[in-house]
């Protein structure tokens, strides 16, 4: 099993910047995506960005330009650098591994953001 540590959410004005962190324990050789998920009330949980072993990346639409994901493979961590936010981006943010279906997840960071 792989367990996933979320850290960095908060309260920031539009415009704003946030860095978010999850590191990940346990079983990590297992790990090949890490990546970042949200929902914001009333909404379906959706992808943010993830990031392979690789390093190759991809974006939800939404977030492309704004949002920078990188993996650091040593210390088993994934972080989420959003820039530019904006209230739309207000949800709780997910951490997940090998996707959504028979992944991971972290317990969740809350992010804020007011207008």
């Known amino acids: 099993q792989v367990q996933l540590v979320e850290s960095g959410g908060g309260l920031v004005q539009a415009g704003g910047s946030l860095r978010l962190s999850c590191a990940a324990s346990?079983?990590?050789?297992?790990?090949?995506?890490m990546g970042w998920y949200r929902q914001a009330p009333g909404k379906q949980r959706e992808l943010v960005a993830h990031?392979?072993?690789?390093?190759?990346?991809n974006y939800a639409d939404s977030t492309k330009g704004r949002f920078t994901i990188t993996r650091d493979g040593a210390k088993n961590t994934v972080y989420l650098q959003m820039n530019s936010l904006k209230p739309e981006d207000t949800a709780v943010y997910y951490c997940?591994?090998?996707?959504?279906?028979?992944?991971?997840w972290g317990q969740g960071t809350q992010v804020t953001v007011s207008s």
């Open positions: 997940n591994t090998n996707g959504p279906r028979y992944g991971y």
């Open positions: 990031i392979d072993s690789g390093g190759s990346t």
């Open positions: 346990g079983s990590t050789f297992s790990i090949k995506i």
